[in-house]
């Protein structure tokens, strides 16, 4: 049986390159005709790559092996001479390793193909085979998708003992010149899949896949690697991604079928290695008992951006979703006059934080006075009060918080890096403090733990002030909108402080 090779081909470009990729793709396909039932009167008739995907869809779908290959016809030379324009008019189409026979003798039948695509009767066609794999899979699983004006076609499939890394040299060697971001994943069932053959760059047509000055990834990665990239990767709202290459890896890494076969079989070694004697059979049943859920990538990341309207919402929280991963890390934000990406990257922040609470804080005696009187006063499960101060200022949070007793006394500022949740890791953050300011009104805290300088060893050199803070209401529907109402004024009356739960 031939060994399955698993391939998955990411390209992200404008909407007058993806014209070009969908145009050789359909060109490709014409080619075979009798087989793929392709009929396109005309390649340049689609104004929009969407509308040309959709009509493609089927045929993409069905013969990708046809659509992903290709090999180059042009013209014979006109009474113009060997050195007339020879890229005018050119042809692609398609060529699979098991139809070299059935091509041997269908030049006349694909010269007929091709001279009506160009409207030249007399072309001279030269037909030259392009490398190519087995195909395995029936079909490919193909999406097409548009975030801020990019668009991505992403296909995945298989393929017998080896990629068709060679068709795919083919294709971009007879690609118009454009800007293209792409990406090519392939890992083999050999190696469970543990390892994968990582492509991604900023390709510009006319030459193989590899081809290129310096490709952004261009390595043979351990599929652990791969799934603390996707870990990364999903956080990031695509809109924000302006990079072509960095937008098809994101895709790619988000879409990459064999996460699950992976972790399958690094459990298995693991298993094996250390289960007693009379154990071996049981390793399925113990897989599906602790690896219930596997998490899948692109629904994840769908689930944290469900859409434009509803983009980083709160009131997503109500309904039991979960995040994959911190938002507050994901781009510097300005908080000061804030754009409308600004905004939505601020709502993805707000609801973050409110998932990660109750949160942990410590006051910094670092860089700022404490009061040790008040310090030495205070017990754990004392109420206190965080207030925040606005500057007009370009920096990634531009607000401090401080911890004041519900009087007013001050024991102290926080710091940006030290916050942590009972439920996830949440360290340094760039956005939190802005973040925890805007949700003040709906937040209370309390002091966790408290020990005064005076109570420690004679090496210590700090005290120890930890506040727990956590919603001091459910009022998701208004969180948002608080916030928003708060950053739409300046910054000198922004200044808030959170809430007191007496009892």
Known sequence: MANYHTNLFVVAASER????????????LLAYA?????????????ETSAEFYNQLRGSLEGWYYYALSGASAAPAHDADGPDADQGAGAVTWGVNVSSRAYLADGDDRIANYLSNLLGVPSSEIHVSTAPTARP?????????????GTFVLSMTYSTAWEPNSGDIDAFFSLLEPGDYGVAFLDADEGDAYTLVSAFSGLHHGG???????????????????LQ??????????REDIHDLAELAYAVAVCRWPEYESAQHSYCADDYYEHCQDGEEGNFERWY????????????????????EAKDGS????????????????AKRIDWISPSKGDLAQIGRCLAHMVRLLPIHVMLDDVN??????AIASALAGDEVVITSTWHDSRSRAPVELAITTPDGVEYGRLGNGQLWSMTDSVGEMVNSSATIACLLPHLSARVDKVMPIALRSGHARHSIFIVRIELADEAYERIEEDALALLARRCSERNSRSSVKRG
Do not use: W
């Not at 008992?289 to 951006?305: A, R, S």
């Open 17 to 28: 390159d993806m014209l070009k990729v969908l145009r050789l793709c359909a060109r490709n």
């Open 34 to 46: 009798d087989e793929t039932r392709l009929a396109l009167e005309d390649l340049e008739g689609c």
């Open 136 to 148: 395995l899979s029936d079909t490919a699983d193909s999406r097409f998708d548009e975030y801020a």
């Open 207 to 225: 030459c193989g896949l590899k081809d290129i000055d310096s490709p952004s990834v261009d390595e043979d990665r351990d599929a652990r690697d």
């Open 228 to 237: 603390k990239d996707v870990e990364k990767c999903v956080q990031v709202r």
């Open 288 to 307: 599906e008992e602790n690896f219930p859920d596997y998490i899948n990538y692109e629904e994840e990341y769908e689930k944290l951006y469900p859409g």
């Open 314 to 329: 709160i009131d997503l929280l109500a309904k039991g979703g979960r995040l994959s991963a911190s938002s507050i890390e």
């Open 368 to 373: 700022h006075a404490v009061n040790q009187d």
